[in-house]
Nanobody
């Protein structure tokens, strides 16, 4: 059974850091396209960061460039999103996703509908 399980969300003050983890089971993340997406109430889910293909092309939402880093550990079959210098506008439910490569990109971000495997989401709240 293909499954993605996220962890690492929580409440953090502005300027703080969090690392989200997404453990995969039932398949190997090696060479998969992977991504992190965020949803806030009343808005569509948006792409935060992704690795779209076997060449490792990495993409970031402009507002998180220089602050967030996507990565994966193939030995642990886990993907990560390191989030530094967090801002209140980073608040939302964060979802991980994966799919066999390649996934399409549009305007500098992976196409969300190309991902078929999703985690359950983890809440990130940035507030003082």
């Amino acid at each position: 059974q293909v499954q993605l399980v996220e962890s690492g969300g929580g409440l953090v003050q502005p300027g703080g850091s969090l690392r989200l983890s997404c453990a995969a089971s039932g398949f190997s993340l090696d060479y998969y396209a992977i991504g992190w997406f965020r949803q806030v109430p009343g808005k569509e889910r948006e792409g935060i960061s992704c690795i779209s293909g076997v060449d490792g092309s990495t993409h970031y939402l402009d507002s998180v460039k220089g602050r967030f880093t996507i990565s994966r550990d193939n030995d642990k079959n886990t993907m990560y999103l390191q989030m530094n210098s967090l801002k209140p506008e980073d608040t939302g439910v964060y979802y991980c996703a994966a799919d066999p490569p390649p996934v399409r990109t549009h305007q500098g971000m992976c196409v969300i509908h190309d991902f078929r495997s999703w985690g359950q989401g983890t809440q990130v709240t940035v507030s003082s």
